[in-house]
C-alpha cells in the first residue's frame, strides 16, 4: 500500500507518489525532496534536530509521518535564509557563534522562529525552557540563547 | 528506528474510525497526536497491521464552556489548551501544568485524548484528570460510555478500554477554590516528572471547607490522595500546617525507584514539593 503526497514545502508544491505509510516525514523531506537541511538525530522525539513548521508550527518530522502532510504548508530550514540573504535569526546564530558542529542548528532555528512568534521571551530562563527539546553537545547553549535573546530584542524594536 | 510495515486510513467519522479497528481484529492502533506512538513505532516496540489516524476528523477539537464544567475535545492540541484563557480563568490548575507537558514541538502535535490513552504515570494531563475527577466520554462498536479517572488508568501505560474503543470527549469539573498549587521536579524541563503535585484548597469561615490533592511520578499511576485531602481539612491553620500536611502526603505514597531517580529521594522530593504546593494554596485568601 502506498499513496501520493501533496505538499508545499518552502513554498514550492510537490506531488509525491508512491509513498509508503510507514515513512517518517523527517525521511520524506531528505531521501524523496533532497532537503538534507532537516537533521535526522534521535528518531524518538528527544533531540530536536528534525524540528520544522507545519503550518507555521514547530514539530519534530521524526514524529509525523509523510503521509500526514498531505496538503499542509511545510517550512524547513531551507526556507528560511539563503547563505547570502540570512534571515534575522540565522543572522544573530551567526553574530554569537550560536553553533559549532551545526548538526543540532536546524532544529535550533525552526524551534527559534516558532518561539519568537508565541512567546514574549522577556527572560533568558524563558528562552532556556522554550529550548529544552533542542539538544545541543557542543555549545552549553549560552550563544545560542544569546542568540535568540538577540532577535527577540530586534523583533521588539521593530515592533515599537 | 524506521516503522515495520503498516496500512494507513484516515476516516472522516468517528464511526468510521471505530469500524476500522473493529475489523483490525485487535491489531490497529490508533493515531492522535503521534507523540508516544511514533516513537515506539520507531522502536519496532509496537507493530501495528494498520493505523487508524484520527486528524481527518472534523470536530474532535475544541474548549467548551458548560459553566460548572468543561469540555475538551480528545483531538485538542496541548498548545491550545496552555494558551486558553478559558481554561486559565476557570481550570488554572491545568493552566499552571500545561507548561510543563513535554516542549513545544510536542505541545504543537500531542493531544488529551492521546495523553490520557498513552496512561503515562509522569505525564501532566493523565494527572489532571485524577485531580479534577474528569469524566473520559468514549465511543466504541456499541456506542459511547463514561469512565472515571480511577477505572480508566490501570497500570502505567494501560487504560482500561476495549481495542475498538477511542476516547472523544474529556469533562473537567470547575472546581470551587480559593487557592491552588501546581509543583512539578523533572530532570529537565519538559521532561517526565520525577515527583509532581497538585492541591486546591477551599477556605471556609472557619479553617478549609474542601480540598483536592493529587500526585503523579510516585505510583504506576497518576493517584488522588483522599486521605491527605480529609486530613488536610481536619487540620488547624498555622505555621506548621504545610509540615504536617506534607508528612501526611508522604505517609500515602510508595515510589519505586528507577534509573532516574530511588524511591527515598522521589519520596523526599514528594514531600517537599507537598510543602510548598500548600504554602502557595495557602497564601491566596478568598
Same mark, same amino acid.
Given at each position: ?37 532537516? /537533521?535526522? !538525530?534521535?528518531?524518538? #522525539?528527544? $533531540? ?8 507555521? +508550527?514547530?514539530? @519534530? ?34 553574530? /554569537?557563534? !550560536?553553533?559549532?558542529? #551545526?548538526? $543540532? ?8 522562529? +516558532?518561539?519568537? @512568534? ?43 | ?286
Amino acid at each position: 500500500m502506498t499513496t501520493n503526497v501533496s505538499v508545499t514545502v518552502n513554498g514550492e508544491r510537490y506531488d509525491v507518489p508512491d509513498v509508503e505509510p510507514r515513512m517518517l516525514l523527517s525521511d520524506f523531506l531528505r531521501d524523496r525532496l533532497g532537503l538534507t537541511g532537516t /537533521h535526522v !538525530g534521535c528518531e524518538h #522525539g528527544v $533531540c530536536g534536530a528534525c524540528t520544522i513548521l507545519v503550518n507555521g +508550527d514547530s514539530v @519534530r518530522s521524526c514524529l509525523m509521518l509523510a503521509v500526514q502532510s498531505n496538503g499542509k504548508e511545510i517550512v524547513t530550514v531551507e526556507g528560511l535564509g539563503s547563505p547570502e540573504h540570512l534571515n534575522e535569526l540565522q543572522a544573530q546564530f551567526r553574530e /554569537h557563534h !550560536g553553533l559549532q558542529c #551545526g548538526f $543540532c542548528t536546524p532544529g535550533m532555528l525552526m524551534t527559534g522562529e +516558532d518561539l519568537l @512568534r508565541k512567546y514574549p521571551l522577556a527572560t533568558d530562563e524563558d528562552i532556556r525552557e522554550g529550548l529544552s527539546g533542542n539538544l545541543c553537545r557542543c555549545t552549553g547553549y549560552q550563544n545560542i540563547v544569546a542568540a535568540i535573546r538577540s532577535a527577540a530584542a530586534k523583533r521588539s524594536e521593530k515592533a515599537s | 528506528m524506521k516503522p515495520a510495515k503498516f496500512d494507513y486510513v484516515s476516516p472522516s467519522t468517528v464511526e468510521a474510525a471505530v469500524e476500522a479497528l473493529v475489523a483490525s481484529n485487535g491489531e490497529g492502533k490508533v493515531l492522535a497526536g503521534g507523540q508516544s506512538l511514533l516513537p515506539l513505532l520507531n522502536f519496532r516496540m509496537a507493530r501495528p497491521t494498520i493505523l487508524v489516524d484520527l486528524n481527518g476528523i472534523e470536530g474532535l477539537s475544541y474548549i467548551e464552556d458548560r459553566g460548572d464544567r468543561i469540555a475538551i475535545g480528545a483531538l485538542t492540541r496541548h498548545r491550545e489548551l496552555e494558551h486558553s484563557p478559558l481554561i486559565a480563568s476557570k481550570l488554572p490548575v491545568m493552566s499552571a501544568a500545561m507548561r510543563h507537558v513535554a516542549h513545544l514541538a510536542i505541545r504543537n502535535r500531542g493531544t488529551i485524548g492521546g495523553s490520557l490513552s498513552h496512561a503515562d504515570p509522569a505525564a501532566e494531563l493523565p494527572m489532571l484528570a485524577t485531580f479534577y475527577d474528569a469524566k473520559i466520554l468514549v465511543q466504541g462498536p456499541s456506542g459511547r460510555r463514561t469512565i472515571g479517572p480511577e477505572e480508566f488508568f490501570v497500570d502505567a501505560l494501560t487504560n482500561c478500554l476495549e481495542p475498538e474503543e477511542i476516547v472523544v470527549e474529556v469533562e473537567f469539573p470547575v472546581l470551587k477554590q480559593s487557592g491552588w498549587a501546581f509543583e512539578e521536579v523533572a530532570h529537565r524541563f519538559g521532561d517526565f516528572a520525577l515527583a509532581s503535585i497538585a492541591v486546591s484548597v477551599l477556605h471556609g469561615p472557619s479553617g478549609l471547607e474542601a480540598a483536592h490533592v493529587a500526585v503523579m511520578g510516585v505510583a504506576d499511576t497518576p493517584r488522588r490522595l483522599k486521605e491527605a485531602e480529609q486530613a488536610l481539612v481536619a487540620m488547624e491553620l498555622d505555621d506548621r500546617t504545610p509540615d504536617r500536611f506534607s508528612e501526611v502526603v508522604v505517609s500515602q505514597v510508595s515510589p519505586n525507584g528507577d534509573l532516574h531517580a530511588s524511591a527515598d529521594y522521589r519520596r523526599h522530593l514528594l514531600g517537599q514539593l507537598a510543602k510548598r504546593a500548600l504554602q502557595t494554596a495557602l497564601a491566596t485568601k478568598g
